[in-house]
């Protein structure tokens, strides 16, 4: 579903083009998940956001469910990534004047696929179905980030894209919130491509990557 091919990316640097992504390749079968690990710097959340189709590359190809993303313009990648692509990011980017119902349904709106029993279903799963007036500001960190992924799965996205999903999160709700993400993602039979810097997370995926001077190897 996902087939990333030799995909080069530079950043200006000072001293000119700095190149952070230097011929990457991978690909993804639809329900598969991955883990992209890497050090700190190593591009994992640039490579994300071209995955995205959040950034453009500088070359190779980015081909999501058969479309070749590289040549499109903003707005055909931003209606892709509105239909195929969800994501999660370590900020839970929730909307502040929003309850937990519309910030769930939020982004299936906008897509046009909104699902009431989905929604709701997802709540309960998710815990939040006491929380559902609620605003992000009156809950815990480990519940907002429950929402942020309930308002990606609610759109029934066939990609997620994670970045350091429980990165804010204490070890034990992290943990919780992780697993609960694997088993809807597992259940909507969507991919996952999640960046993590835990081991535990990564070994919790089918298959492992290391970006590693630019390039990824598998692990
Ligand atoms: N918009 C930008 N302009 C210039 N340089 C950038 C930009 N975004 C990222 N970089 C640089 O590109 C490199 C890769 O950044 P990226 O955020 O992809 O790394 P990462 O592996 O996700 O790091 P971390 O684990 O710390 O989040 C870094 O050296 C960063 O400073």
Request: no cysteine.
């Amino acid at each position: 579903m996902l087939n990333v091919v030799d995909v080069t990316k530079s950043y200006p640097g000072a001293d000119g083009p700095v190149a952070v992504l230097r011929g990457v390749s991978l690909t993804l079968m639809a329900g598969e998940t991955l883990a992209l690990t890497g050090e700190s710097g190593s591009g994992k959340s640039t490579l994300l956001h071209l995955v995205g189709g959040l950034d453009t590359a500088d070359g190779g190809r980015i081909v999501l469910e058969g479309t070749d993303l590289t040549p499109l313009g903003d707005g055909e990648r931003a209606r892709i990534r509105r239909t195929l692509v969800g994501v999660v990011f370590q900020q839970f980017n929730l909307i502040p004047s929003l309850n937990v119902a519309a910030n769930i349904s939020f982004q299936a709106r906008l897509a046009g696929v909104s699902d009431r029993d989905w929604n709701a279903a997802l709540a309960d799963r998710l815990g939040l179905t006491p929380h559902l007036a609620k605003y992000p500001e009156q809950l815990s960190g480990g519940q907002q980030q429950r929402v942020a992924i309930g308002r990606t799965l609610a759109a029934r996205p066939r990609l997620v894209l994670a970045d350091e999903p429980t990165g804010n999160l204490d070890e034990k709700s992290g943990a919780a919130v992780l697993a609960l993400m694997l088993d809807l993602v597992a259940e909507t039979g969507a991919a996952l491509l999640t960046v993590t810097h835990s081991q535990r997370l990564a070994s919790r995926m089918d298959r492992r990557l290391l970006l590693e001077d630019g390039k990824a190897v598998a692990r």
